[in-house]
């Protein structure tokens, strides 16, 4: 399996700031995707990580507000802009693992914006 | 669009199985997840079936599909307090890889 690291694990936050969140995996991997999980609730795709190129967003949320970049095949960035208290969430990034279809998360980042 | 739901809450007893049932509306699912949640963890994927399997078993854990009916199930055998937990089903349906997800059951379990 994957093994993936994210930084930081929790923050808290002023509004009308930002934060970007690192995810590290430890091998090369083709898919990488950015979910967030609202106090209570299940867990949302943000979009998809490409690497060399745009990331795609799912319905209902824009790169000016969660600008991501994908250098390369193990490392990603999500950013969350100009914050809110709506915002406050669990951030977490997981990839695909190629061969057989599993798909790991990171541990998260518990983000509280006040 | 596709959709997942799972029923909310399961309580059982030490040593008791446990059934976290989840159904899905798309039938072009190729692959369904189940993950499990600790307080204050990540994700960590328990097990996972392809859409052309009906059962698949691993340890305690045993996966159920039933396509006819769109309906999947997570059976724990011998139930353990370090089981309770929040456990998510979640389908993919495209090669894309996003994934969908229930809103997840809260498994408690009594000693």
């Known amino acids: 399996s994957a093994v993936i690291s994210q930084k930081p694990s929790r923050d808290i936050c002023q509004r009308g700031t930002s934060l970007t969140i690192q995810c590290q995996v430890d091998?090369?991997?083709?898919?990488m995707f950015w979910y967030r999980q609202q106090p209570g609730q299940s867990l949302t795709l943000i979009a998809t990580?490409?690497?060399?190129?745009?990331?795609?967003?799912e319905s209902g949320f824009v790169i000016d507000k969660f600008p991501i970049s994908r250098p390369n095949l193990t490392f990603s960035t999500l950013t969350v802009s100009n914050m809110s208290p709506e915002d406050s969430s669990i951030y977490l990034c997981?990839?695909?693992?190629?061969?057989?279809?599993?798909?790991?998360f990171g541990p998260g980042t518990r983000l509280t914006v006040l | 669009g596709e959709d997942v739901e799972q029923s909310l809450f399961l309580s059982v007893r030490e040593g008791d199985s446990s059934v976290i049932n989840c159904t899905y509306t798309d039938s072009s699912s190729t692959y369904l997840y189940w993950y499990k949640q600790e307080p204050g963890a990540g994700l960590q994927l328990l097990t996972y079936i392809f859409s052309n399997m009906d059962m698949k078993q691993d340890q305690r854990l045993t996966v159920l599909l039933n396509k006819k009916d769109k309906h999947l199930s997570l059976r724990i055998a011998d139930t353990q307090t370090g089981d309770s937990a929040i456990y998510f089903c979640a389908g993919t349906y495209n090669q894309g890889g996003k994934l969908i997800f229930g809103q997840g059951t809260e498994l408690s379990v009594k000693p």
């Open positions: 091998s090369q991997v083709t898919m």
């Open positions: 990580a490409n690497q060399g190129s745009e990331a795609t967003y």
């Open positions: 997981s990839v695909l693992a190629s061969s057989y279809n599993e798909q790991f």
